[in-house]
């Protein structure tokens, strides 16, 4: 099949994980024998959407990439005072206004829709990654009901899902890609339709990592860790993670366990020897920090499947995961590999027991692998994939 994913930003050094997983699955697309092509933004990061790459068009890994430059950067504080008013849910949200602030948003690239206008035809099917931004906005206003679309929301309940602009975008596309049961359980719940969807799922890489080169670069004494992966933002529930783990080192001194918090920091971050922060790693030594980890620790709220979570179960090692978030409790329910939990109690009795018996940690780690060769295998992920892109191309050719 020819197909163009839309996405906001693409590369192999974008850290994004709706970005990591659009590049992973168009790259295997075309080792399957598609034609894919991505269009996308110069831009590589979130925060401003600054241009930063060249506009044009190039190759990487086998996908022919479209890069169309940001029109205008976004403004932080234009931004932060629209979007307060979007998420906190006071006042009057009048649709007008709800554009402005997915302009606001960004990335803004008024080319984007002539671009979709000149080429959606050469593809059978243009599928759009993620639900938030204003390139999948734009894609589905543009060619929804001209072409075969296929939305990965990649959604979670958080404030902007509630904002009426998108009930427009969850109902356009012919079909839709979701990650997790939970996922679906929420579209049904928030827009009350039943979609056309698949819950296809993320695939993941199972080869065992070597743990030795990260802890020559950050940890050379050997002491456990209890590793956190992604941006350290409060947002993502980083800060409270630090806390419960002071906390727990305050009432557990004897405990010789480190936590390490491995990404970009984007809040302060006390100076302690027990807590190491690393900032941006390459790809080979986060995965041998993942492979040497006492255990993955996933505090955040928000997440559509975490594909972080299921990169640790492939190296055998349990996980500390937010119960409030459906995703995530519905992942450790379903492997047996995770511990979920709900405040401070509940994280130390959950990482006490852990440290306490590391036979259970490695017999969790054992049940996360087997969930991940059952469920997560790329090969059985893109087979679920194609059987939703065929049945979707084909029901619009005989329509």
């Known amino acids: 099949m020819r197909l163009c994913y839309v996405v906001q930003r693409y590369g192999t050094h974008i850290a994004g994980g709706a970005e990591q997983f659009c590049r992973e699955i168009a790259e295997r697309m075309v080792r399957r024998g598609h034609d894919v092509e991505v269009v996308t933004s110069c831009a590589r990061s979130y925060i401003d959407w600054a241009n930063e790459m060249e506009p044009g068009r190039s190759d990487v890994n086998g996908v022919h990439v479209h890069r169309i430059p940001v029109a205008i950067p976004r403004n932080s504080v234009l ?48 599928l759009c990654v993620t639900y938030l931004y204003g390139t999948t906005y734009a894609a589905l206003d543009t060619i929804a009901g001209v072409v075969p679309t296929v939305l990965h929301p990649l959604v979670h309940d958080e404030p902007p899902l509630r904002l009426s602009i998108f009930d427009g975008v969850f109902r356009a596309p012919d079909a839709l890609a979701l990650a997790t049961p939970e996922e679906l359980d929420l579209v049904r719940r928030r827009f009350r339709f039943e979609p056309d969807a698949d819950v296809v799922g993320i695939g993941v890489e199972r080869d065992v990592h070597d743990p030795a080169p990260f802890r020559a670069a950050f940890l050379p004494d050997g002491a456990p860790y209890l590793l956190y992966v992604g941006r350290i933002d409060a947002m993502k529930g980083a800060e409270e993670l630090l806390d419960d783990f002071v906390a727990y080192k305050d009432r557990n001194p004897v405990d010789d366990i480190r936590l390490v918090l491995l990404g970009d920091p984007l809040m302060d971050i006390p100076q302690r020897d027990d807590v190491v922060v690393t900032g941006f790693v390459d790809h080979g030594l986060r995965d041998s920090a993942i492979a040497g980890c006492f255990a993955l620790a996933m505090p955040s709220y928000f997440e559509s499947f975490s594909m972080v979570l299921t990169e640790a179960f492939a190296q055998s ?31 130390e009795s959950a990482l006490s027991m852990l440290r306490e018996d590391p036979g259970l940690a490695d017999a969790m780690g054992a049940k996360g692998r087997a969930y991940v060769e059952r469920e997560y295998q790329w090969d059985a992920v893109l087979d679920r994939y194609e059987r939703l892109l065929a049945r979707t191309a084909d029901v619009r050719a005989s329509t």
């Open 317 to 347: 090692r349990p996980a500390l995961v937010q119960g409030r978030c459906s995703v995530l409790r519905g992942h450790a329910e379903r492997s047996g590999a995770a511990i979920p939990y709900e405040g401070f109690a509940e994280f």
């Open 79 to 126: 931004f932060g005072d629209i979007n307060r008013r979007m998420v906190t849910g006071l006042g009057v949200r009048p649709l007008r206004v709800q554009r402005e602030w997915m302009r606001a948003q960004g990335p803004y690239i008024p080319a984007l829709p002539e671009w979709l206008r000149t080429n959606a035809h050469r593809f059978d099917l243009v």
